[in-house]
């Protein structure tokens, strides 16, 4: 139990809690118009599914480079805010540059430069929510993640107009990507000033604990196929269901209500049940919903199902950062940036492997995936938190 925190303290924090999920909230919601926009970039420069999930690998590696740079050399040297402004600067006109590849090599060129700066966004945020937690004796982790929540469905809501009335998708990035630079001006002024932190320095490099990697393997199944609603689940729904273009954003739509509501109530629910329950088996009835609502190939039941997968899953990353971070022996924003390494490592594998499966099988088959994988990350959840706490007696 940390010591009583004075009232600057508390107002430091405070601001610091505010300036992060101001940053979340503005990755998401660029990157949930993006999303959107998959369809139609896609069709612009004439690119596979497979191709596509190249895209999300080049993605992938680049945003591992980004997550060590942050909690080995960066943000013990200028803490997470900085690091924080950094990749937001990084970030913000990517997607436009994205739109603007006039081929598949630029396509993949422009990848990179993104991925590496959610890299380096990621870890630094969620570090300094943990750190905040920590100090404060707050849940806030599921808030953050509410805040990553709410971003993409404002996107995706946001996209559902933009598609229909503005008719240029480079005014439209340059805008969003105007909004991450103001984003990035505002939380240089009012986050969390190095002094609140406590950096340690960065030990010589080792592998981290057993469950820290285990923890990690789970964030990266997660992420892994995490894709297939925010990547691929426009193009499922205009290919395969025949949905309107307007309404491809319907799934993350459905997702992100459900995420929402869990998150914001989280706080309470953990409070009240276990982390097992919330992260655990909520995950596994979820599962379940999932891959019953898609045997009906029933557009609205599908949307419907996909946002009580969304509450059900949407506490699953929180749970296992407050667990890993409950356990670790080492500095809070290297346990972080293992943790979001390993879960990025998804990215390497999981696009590639999703676009190959799409091509060759089905973008429905992915769907069915997506439920099996998180209700059996559900399964494995509750054998760890079960094996911590007999190790701990």
């Given at each position: 139990?940390e010591?009583a925190i004075s009232t600057?303290?508390?107002?430091?924090?405070?601001?610091?809690?505010?300036?992060?999920?101001?940053?979340a909230f503005?990755?998401?919601?660029?990157i949930g118009?993006y999303?959107v926009?998959?369809?139609w970039n896609?069709?612009r420069?004439?690119?596979?599914?497979a191709?596509?999930?190249?895209g999300?690998?080049?993605?992938?590696l680049?945003?591992?480079?980004?997550?060590q740079?942050?909690g080995?050399i960066?943000?013990p040297?200028?803490?997470?805010?900085?690091s924080?402004?950094?990749?937001?600067?990084?970030?913000?006109?990517?997607?436009?540059?994205?739109i603007?590849?006039?081929n598949?090599?630029w396509?993949?060129?422009a990848s990179?430069?993104?991925?590496?700066?959610?890299?380096?966004f990621?870890?630094?945020?969620q570090s300094?929510?943990?750190?905040i937690e920590?100090?404060?004796s707050?849940?806030?982790t599921p808030?953050?993640h509410?805040?990553f929540?709410?971003?993409?469905?404002a996107?995706a809501?946001s996209a559902f107009f933009?598609i229909?009335?503005i008719?240029?998708?480079?005014?439209?990035?340059?805008?969003?990507?105007?909004a991450?630079l103001?984003?990035?001006?505002?939380?240089?002024r009012i986050g969390l000033?190095?002094?609140y932190?406590?950096?340690?320095k960065?030990?010589?490099?080792?592998?981290?604990?057993n469950?820290?990697l285990?923890?990690?393997?789970?964030?990266?199944l997660n992420y892994?196929?995490?894709g297939i609603?925010?990547?691929w689940?426009?193009?499922?729904?205009?290919?395969d269901?025949?949905?309107?273009?307007?309404?491809g954003?319907?799934i993350i739509f459905?997702f992100n209500?459900?995420?929402?509501?869990a998150r914001l109530?989280a706080?309470?629910?953990l409070?009240?049940?276990s982390?097992k329950?919330?992260g655990g088996?909520?995950?596994?009835?979820?599962g379940?919903?999932l891959?019953a609502?898609?045997?009906?190939?029933n557009?609205?039941i599908?949307?419907?199902g996909?946002l009580?997968?969304?509450?059900?899953?949407a506490?699953?990353?929180?749970?296992?950062?407050?667990?890993?971070?409950?356990i670790?022996?080492e500095p809070?924003?290297l346990?972080?940036a293992?943790?979001?390494?390993?879960?990025?490592s998804?990215?390497?594998?999981g696009?590639?492997?999703?676009?190959y499966l799409?091509?060759?099988?089905?973008?429905?088959?992915n769907?069915?995936?997506l439920?099996v994988?998180?209700g059996?990350?559900?399964?494995?959840l509750?054998?760890?938190?079960n094996?911590?706490?007999s190790?701990?007696?």
């Amino acid at each position: 139990m940390e010591k009583a925190i004075s009232t600057e303290e508390t107002k430091a924090y405070d601001r610091g809690v505010y300036a992060t999920l101001l940053g979340a909230f503005l990755v998401l919601f660029q990157i949930g118009i993006y999303f959107v926009y998959i369809p139609w970039n896609a069709e612009r420069l004439q690119i596979t599914e497979a191709e596509i999930g190249f895209g999300l690998l080049a993605f992938g590696l680049l945003n591992l480079v980004g997550n060590q740079t942050s909690g080995r050399i960066i943000v013990p040297k200028i803490g997470t805010k900085n690091s924080i402004v950094i990749g937001l600067l990084g970030i913000s006109y990517c997607p436009l540059l994205l739109i603007l590849s006039p081929n598949y090599f630029w396509f993949l060129v422009a990848s990179m430069p993104l991925g590496f700066f959610v890299g380096l966004f990621s870890p630094s945020s969620q570090s300094q929510i943990s750190m905040i937690e920590i100090k404060t004796s707050r849940v806030l982790t599921p808030l953050y993640h509410a805040a990553f929540s709410v971003g993409s469905l404002a996107g995706a809501f946001s996209a559902f107009f933009t598609i229909q009335y503005i008719d240029s998708p480079v005014l439209l990035f340059s805008i969003t990507g105007t909004a991450l630079l103001l984003g990035a001006i505002i939380i240089s002024r009012i986050g969390l000033n190095k002094s609140y932190e406590n950096l340690e320095k960065t030990p010589k490099f080792k592998l981290p604990k057993n469950s820290i990697l285990a923890f990690g393997i789970l964030m990266m199944l997660n992420y892994a196929t995490m894709g297939i609603i925010l990547d691929w689940s426009a193009l499922w729904l205009t290919k395969d269901l025949l949905v309107p273009l307007y309404l491809g954003g319907a799934i993350i739509f459905a997702f992100n209500i459900g995420e929402i509501t869990a998150r914001l109530i989280a706080s309470k629910m953990l409070k009240k049940y276990s982390e097992k329950l919330i992260g655990g088996y909520f995950s596994i009835v979820s599962g379940f919903v999932l891959f019953a609502s898609l045997m009906t190939n029933n557009f609205p039941i599908i949307v419907a199902g996909m946002l009580l997968f969304g509450f059900g899953t949407a506490n699953f990353i929180a749970v296992i950062y407050r667990q890993a971070i409950r356990i670790t022996d080492e500095p809070i924003n290297l346990t972080v940036a293992n943790l979001v390494t390993l879960g990025f490592s998804g990215f390497i594998f999981g696009p590639a492997l999703v676009g190959y499966l799409a091509e060759y099988l089905s973008l429905t088959f992915n769907m069915y995936l997506l439920s099996v994988v998180w209700g059996l990350n559900g399964v494995v959840l509750i054998m760890m938190i079960n094996r911590i706490k007999s190790n701990a007696q």
